[in-house]
């Protein structure tokens, strides 16, 4: 069996509120699942839920086809990476590991050995002996992975692993868990950022409000929901009102319009040419007395596939 | 399951040498504590207690209770009316006011220091100090009124005294008119008797004139015959004649005697009749000297008891009659404890108490934070995600908990031991079983406060809450006896109260394990209580706050 982790209808509420419905996902060994959504949208519930924290209201969770219900050894396979870091910060990073480590089951001597070895996979190999509080928040963020992986789980979970985490450093976490998973460890992480994880996932699962908007490849979901073109005009004086009027004559779909940076921004679907858009453009700006400064036709980026999803 | 256990006391250790200032209150914290306690409550006796003392006028007990009081180390301050004295207690500058006053007493024409008397003051919100004050100023006081009371019975004593002597005396003169009146009694009735009776001499008289009837009627007889024999004889007319003239002086002899006889007859009826008047009185008298005996002899048989019970009384010794009733107290410690120290301080009889009370407050609020930092803490995440059960965490804790607790008592005990003598070491297994089962039933109850509260401010108020009811409901700030019986009843199963009472038993009294069985057996009732519903309420807690 190549599954390693199956939802099946998964539900969830807290304190009175419904934070999950009914949400289904199938992550194959290997794969790298990113969980994308808004803030507050759900994620972190579902991806305690599939850890085990939480007991779901409804469905089941299969971790390498084992009920983690009802089997607590399920949760051997997998290592859990949270946003806030979980350790103890008056510990040791070596401490910290070799704590985890015991209680995971794991005898003394293989702890002992896998400390190294993930130290130094994570890149900590110096820091041994100091304290998690002394850490620096990238290195905080390293070690709560070092301790998710300590009791080799098949099953990496990373909530929001590179949130609050400058570019630089977030490329680093990055890579650390690319080459995470190209040891073999199958991973699902969080995160709002599309931009920073589309590009290493193998799988997206969109969640908005407790829903699950999509799951799939990322090929899939943009092409589930790329047949958009976004049309950047920039004018003077910038009577952007005018144009849209001028556009909306000619039974053209506006799917959505808004200004930004003193930039017009119109997405109208892919069923006719470039060249059609255009041209109409050009007519309005003609019609309105606007001068035109910039125009860009182009198809939409992830993040706007995203927020376009979220639109919807 | 061991080495899990094992890795998780072993992680809160770390935790605990990490933080410098958490491992070191763990070992002086109880080392002040004890230190501190020990120096205060290291003697037996008050120190430093004020008197405010009044008093309307100079007199002689005013004089003695001042020196009195200072001898026994007490501060007295002299104030110049009641209400100053009174005022100084309500603002705790003396701990008590003494009122001397004057009234009236027979007594005090024995003694001037009777005519007063001592009235306190006292403030009876120092609920624990009043009483002591109040017995340390009132034995001061007593012993004094004792000593005058000695003085005054002693006086009494020497007039007693003085009384028997007189009476003493006075009994031989009543033994004299006694014996003098016996002395008249006898001769009265013996001359009452030796006066004849009223009919004396007739008996003599009576046949005497029956004689000389028959001695005249002899004569005439004597005539007759002569008459009729000796006169026709011739011859014998002279015989005759002189024979009539014999009888003739005879019969007038017995006429003589005859008269006489009625004259000794007629004298002897007057001498009877003054007998008879004599005899009379003289009787009188004798009834009367007896009637007078008597009531002397009662007088003297009163004296006699009299003098016995004054003989009594003189035997009596002043001490006894000023305690009567003599009372001694005999502390009912351990032959085995009175021989460590022949004087026990305060702190051998408040150990259990304050052991009782330092393993409530530290078990309790160690085990509700503790509790309360692991829930809150970045790692109880991943600790709850793990294959170990909760249950288990919960243990571990409980286990480190129950290792702290018991190293603060160690030193508790050590300390007690070599600085302060404290008799601790007897029974160490009993006092440890009940130790044990007292800790752990605390350190539930401190996780009970630990999953039930989701903020720590809230759980530690409900720890200091539990562990200053425990406190107060305790018989340590107001003795249960005084509480109303409903309540006292509730109170003996305080834990606390069960525990104190059983260390106290087996301290101080070093009473076997058997006498503490009831206490026992409630606290392991507790212990499981409380361990069922920690698991209960841990069960149900919210998994994150």
């Known amino acids: ?312 | 399951m061991i080495t899990k256990l094992l890795a998780i006391i072993v992680k809160n250790f770390k935790q605990l040498i990490g933080s410098k200032s958490s491992s070191l209150i763990i070992i002086f914290g109880p080392l002040f504590l004890i230190l501190i306690t020990g120096l205060a409550l290291s003697n037996a006796g008050l120190r430093d207690i004020n008197v405010g003392l009044y008093s309307q006028e100079d007199n002689q007990l005013n004089d003695i209770l001042l020196d009195k009081i200072k001898e026994n180390n007490f501060n007295v301050n002299i104030l110049n009316t009641i209400e100053e004295c009174k005022d100084s207690v309500k603002k705790g500058l003396n701990h008590i006011c003494i009122e001397i006053k004057p009234r009236a007493s027979e007594l005090s024409r024995y003694d001037s220091r009777v005519g007063y008397e001592a009235i306190f003051y006292v403030d009876y919100s120092k609920v624990r100090l009043v009483w002591a004050v109040i017995n340390a100023v009132r034995n001061v006081v007593d012993s004094e009124s004792a000593k005058i009371s000695k003085e005054i019975i002693n006086k009494v004593s020497q007039n007693i005294e003085l009384v028997s002597t007189t009476m003493e005396e006075n009994k031989d003169t009543l033994n004299d008119i006694i014996n003098t009146g016996e002395f008249v009694k006898e001769n009265v009735h013996n001359l009452r008797n030796s006066i004849g009776d009223a009919s004396a001499g007739k008996d003599i008289l009576v046949p005497l004139k029956i004689s000389i009837n028959n001695q005249r009627s002899i004569l005439n007889n004597l005539r007759n015959n002569i008459n009729n024999t000796l006169i026709p004889i011739p011859g014998t007319s002279q015989i005759v004649y002189n024979m009539y003239t014999d009888i003739n002086i005879l019969e007038s002899e017995l006429n003589n005697l005859d008269t006489n006889l009625i004259k000794l007859e007629s004298f002897l009826e007057n001498k009877n009749l003054i007998d008879r008047d004599v005899k009379s009185s003289l009787l009188e008298i004798e009834n009367k000297l007896d009637e007078n005996l008597k009531k002397v002899n009662k007088a003297k048989s009163s004296l006699n008891r009299l003098e016995d019970e004054l003989e009594g009384i003189k035997s009596v010794k002043a001490e006894d009659i000023i305690r009567p009733i003599p009372v001694s107290i005999t502390p009912v410690t351990s032959q085995q404890a009175a021989s460590v120290s022949n004087a026990l301080t305060y702190l051998d009889y408040l150990f259990p108490s304050i052991i009782a009370l330092i393993i409530t407050f530290v078990s309790i609020l160690l085990s509700t934070t503790l509790t309360m930092k692991e829930r809150r803490s970045m790692a109880n995440f991943r600790n709850t995600i793990s294959p170990t059960s909760n249950y288990l965490f919960l243990i571990g804790l409980y286990i480190f908990s129950l290792i702290l607790v018991s190293i603060q008592i160690l030193i508790l005990f050590i300390v007690g031991k070599i600085f302060f003598n404290l008799n601790i070491t007897s029974n160490l297994f009993t006092v440890s079983l009940i130790l044990f089962s007292f800790i752990t039933l605390l350190i539930f109850s401190g996780f009970i406060f630990g999953y039930l509260f989701n903020s720590e401010e809230t759980a530690i108020v409900g720890a200091v809450s539990l562990s200053i009811l425990m406190f107060i409901a305790s018989g340590l700030i107001l003795p249960v006896e005084t509480m109303p019986r409903i309540m006292g009843n509730i109170i003996k199963f305080n834990p606390f109260v069960l525990t104190e009472t059983a260390l106290r038993q087996v301290l101080i009294f070093d009473l076997p394990i058997q006498s503490i069985v009831t206490e026992g057996i409630i606290l392991l009732v507790y212990m499981a209580l409380f361990i069922a519903l920690s698991y209960i309420i841990m069960k149900y807690s919210k998994k994150e706050i």
């Open chain 1, 1 to 312: 069996m190549d599954n390693l982790l199956e939802a099946i209808n998964v539900s969830k509420k807290l304190e009175g509120v419904w934070r999950l419905y009914n949400i289904n996902i199938l992550v194959k060994k290997g794969d790298l699942v990113g969980i994308i959504g808004p803030s507050g949208a759900g994620k972190t519930v579902f991806l305690k839920t599939i850890s085990g924290f939480y007991k779901p209201e409804t469905g089941l969770i299969y971790v390498d086809s084992q009920d983690l219900n009802l089997n607590k050894l399920a949760q051997k396979k997998i290592g859990f990476s949270t946003q806030s870091c979980s350790f103890y910060p008056d510990l040791s990073i070596e401490d910290n590991l070799y704590y985890f480590g015991k209680i995971y089951g794991i005898d003394k001597k293989t702890v002992k050995d896998r400390i190294d070895n993930i130290l130094e996979m994570v890149g900590l190999p110096e820091n041994k002996k100091t304290k998690a509080k002394y850490l620096s928040g990238g290195m905080q963020r390293r070690l709560d992975i070092a301790c998710a992986l300590i009791h080799d789980p098949d099953l990496l979970i990373l909530d929001e692993p590179i949130a609050n985490l400058d570019p630089m450093l977030r490329e680093k976490i990055i890579e650390l868990i690319q080459n995470i998973n190209k040891n073999g460890k199958t991973i699902l992480i969080s995160s709002h950022f599309m931009n920073d994880i589309e590009s290493i996932c193998t799988k997206l699962l969109v969640i908005k409000e407790g829903y699950a908007l999509t799951f799939g490849t990322p090929k899939e979901i943009r092409d589930q929901y790329s047949n958009i073109f976004e049309i950047a005009v920039r004018t003077f004086p910038g009577k952007y009102n005018l144009i849209l009027n001028y556009i909306q004559q000619f039974d053209i779909k506006i799917k959505n319009s808004y200004v930004k940076n003193n930039c017009l921004y119109i997405h109208v679907p892919k069923d006719r040419q470039p060249a059609t858009y255009l041209k109409l453009i050009f007519d309005s700006l003609l019609n309105t007395n606007e001068n035109l400064i910039g125009i860009n036709l182009n198809t939409l980026s992830i993040d706007e596939l995203f927020s376009e999803m979220l639109r919807k």
